[in-house]
């Protein structure tokens, strides 16, 4: 028989079966489709050679009036901004405390230092840095204490342990002349508390899996009993950011001085007056610029203060062009609305003229109306939710999100995004992770997609892809934390761990995992017959139509594996996998059955020079089938 030309259908499918998405691709890794065709993403590189501490959750660009490059970055345990090849420490501090409040204790022998503190109020985990001390008399000196350390254990509400090091990190053991307890003029400034890494079980709003029970059935929320997310969005050149379920932190560009300074509560602005306490997200709205906190603590009966407990549902907002004035009066636009479907806000997204603000039942529209009311409240669509904070995102296309029933988009008007592996993804998904899903946007490739944990990881591992332009489904497994689009560099950032270090990666740079070939990438197509599987086939070659566009011209290899099957519960066997490059004109192939698959993937046994630098795009495959009987 004459060759075969098989040019499958772009897109993931895995709604049905192998079988019955002939015609198709029914499976893959790092790999997008563009114009109809399947082609490998691009690589990564560290974006800066340094490495920051704790998860990285939140990225935030933004460009001072100087020019200068910001990157605001919010992680379980500290708050950064990078500029240059540097991460600031910008953490507010929690307290500090008065001169000799804070003494030390050392045993001989031993790099274990106990520091008494009435009333402390730190976690394990936390970090606090040490000034004013004195030497204890013998290896401890009073450079070992004065410097940043984390907190490696909690004895009592008065006392606490850290392990002493000199200012190189390397640990200290006392000796016997450690005696003193660090003089009278110590002083600690405790950062605020560290968050949860990844949600636990029974504290917080919806205790047990995700959305389980209403508000009010577990402990109050706060930043301690929420999984560490932060939000972040600029006011002028100067930065927002808040801990969800905490305080919302300011960071005066002009004013502060990287390396030195940290970001300051907006209680501490000057001029602030009935400033939230607490919250669960906050931004800036577009245009008419009022410093909006969804989910805040609310003003007391009397007026007098805020009531320091968070009502998930109210939206409070600021004066305009004032972050600092929260009280409304007849003379200035601050005030607040509250949402009357759900029992919490989940996240809000600031869109087109407009805020859309997630309950767990339903989204809303927050537009600027002007005096008196300053913004009216708009139910779009109940029945509908957010996966997590940050599971919307917007696009060029309009606004994208996930639910945990699916995929929805809003221009206007909601609708759901027809997904061909909505199943695969809400089959293998952990619920009770769902906070950790962050939607992102690809725009040089007309791509919006979501990370989140399979089913068996309490940590990212997974991905989705939609091209909204194409209207074309890709999945894969790869872990990051947040991510941020080009804009003001020209390449997306994402956050993510290498060698057990916390980084920011450069994507869609070169076709390489770092300086290492990029590990298991590959597409798979569905079965394909002769005759609707009337017949066995036999495939006796294939001409590839391979393009590669890596750099290292014909010592690239790529495989092709051919799989076949004689029934559609069977599972597939390899018959055959054959290492090709772009010099390669047919592939000689002895594979029989009744279905049979094609695969491209990378050549992971291959010796490293012939993988690095690997891109490919994958055209029209041709093979000659024969049919071969009825037995």
């Not at 259908?9 to 079988?19: A, F, M």
């Not at 790092?30 to 939140?58: C, D, N």
Request: proline share 3%.
């Amino acid at each position: 028989m004459p060759l075969q030309k098989f040019i499958f259908n772009p897109g993931i499918n895995k709604e049905g079966t192998d079988y019955t998405a002939e015609g198709g691709w029914f499976d893959g890794n790092l790999v997008r489709f563009r114009k109809g065709l399947p082609e490998k993403i691009g690589g990564w590189v560290k974006y800066i050679t340094a490495s920051f501490v704790g998860t990285g959750r939140k990225l935030f660009g933004w460009t001072s009036l100087a020019g200068t490059k910001l990157l605001g970055v919010g992680t379980t345990k500290k708050l950064y901004i990078q500029a240059g090849t540097n991460y600031n420490d910008i953490t507010p501090l929690r307290a500090t405390t008065a001169a000799g409040d804070v003494t030390f204790g050392a045993t001989n022998g031993s790099s274990s230092i106990n520091v008494t503190d009435t009333a402390h109020g730190a976690a394990q985990g936390d970090f606090v840095t040490f000034s004013g001390a004195a030497s204890l008399g013998g290896n401890v000196v009073a450079a070992v204490l004065n410097q940043e350390y984390e907190i490696d254990s909690i004895t009592s509400t008065s006392v606490y342990v850290i392990t002493a090091k000199d200012t190189s990190g390397a640990t200290v053991t006392a000796n016997s002349s450690d005696s003193g307890n660090g003089g009278s003029s110590t002083v600690g400034a405790y950062q605020i508390n560290i968050g949860l890494d990844v949600f636990v079980s029974g504290t917080g709003w919806g205790a047990s899996t995700w959305g389980a029970g209403g508000w009010g059935s577990s402990s109050p929320l706060s930043s301690l009993n929420q999984l560490r997310l932060w939000s972040m969005d600029s006011f002028g050149e100067d930065l927002l950011a808040n801990v969800r379920a905490g305080r919302i932190y300011y960071w005066d560009t002009s004013a502060k001085t990287l390396g030195t300074d940290r970001a300051v509560d907006i209680a501490d602005l000057t001029g602030a007056n009935f400033t939230p306490t607490a919250a669960l997200q906050v931004l800036v709205s577009d245009v008419d610029r009022h410093v909006i906190a969804l989910g805040a603590d609310p003003i007391n009966d009397a007026a007098t203060a805020r009531t320091g407990t968070i009502d998930p549902l109210l939206i409070a907002f600021s004066d305009q062009e004032n972050p600092a004035e929260w009280f409304p009066t007849a003379t200035n636009t601050a005030g607040s609305l509250r949402c009357s479907a759900g029992s919490q806000i989940i996240g809000g997204l600031r869109a087109r003229q407009e805020t859309l603000v997630w309950t767990d039942v339903a989204l809303y529209s927050l537009q600027f109306i002007g005096a008196p009311l300053t913004f009216g409240l708009n139910l779009i669509n109940e029945g509908v939710s957010l996966v997590g904070p940050n599971a919307a995102i917007n696009t060029p296309n309009g606004v994208f999100w996930m639910d945990k029933k699916g995929f929805y988009a809003y221009q206007g008007s909601v609708q759901p995004v027809p997904c061909s592996v909505k199943s695969y993804v809400l089959s293998d998904f952990n619920e009770a992770q769902a906070f950790q899903v962050f939607g992102f946007v690809n725009k040089q490739f007309d791509e919006v997609g979501w990370f989140y944990c399979s089913s068996t990881s309490d940590v990212i591992d997974r991905y989705v892809t939609y091209n909204y332009v194409e209207q074309t489904w890709a999945i894969g497994n790869l872990s990051r934390t947040a991510w941020l689009d080009e804009g003001i560099e020209s390449f997306p950032r994402a956050a993510g761990v290498s060698s057990s270090n916390n980084y920011i990666f450069s994507h869609e740079t070169g076709f390489d995992d770092e300086d290492s070939p990029m590990d298991n990438v590959f597409v798979e197509s569905a079965d394909f017959d002769l005759g609707d599987g009337e017949q066995f086939q036999f495939v006796r070659r294939c001409i590839p139509d391979v393009k590669f566009t890596g750099d290292s011209g014909t010592t690239q290899t790529l495989n092709f594996v051919l799989k076949a099957r004689n029934f559609p519960g069977e599972s597939l066997t390899t018959d055959q996998t054959t290492s090709f490059t772009s010099s390669t004109t047919k592939i000689d192939t002895r594979a029989r059955g009744r279905q049979a698959a094609v695969r491209f993937e990378s050549d992971d046994d291959g010796t490293t020079g012939t993988r690095l630098g690997v891109g490919f795009r994958i055209g029209g495959t041709r093979l000659d089938l024969q049919p071969n009987g009825r037995r």
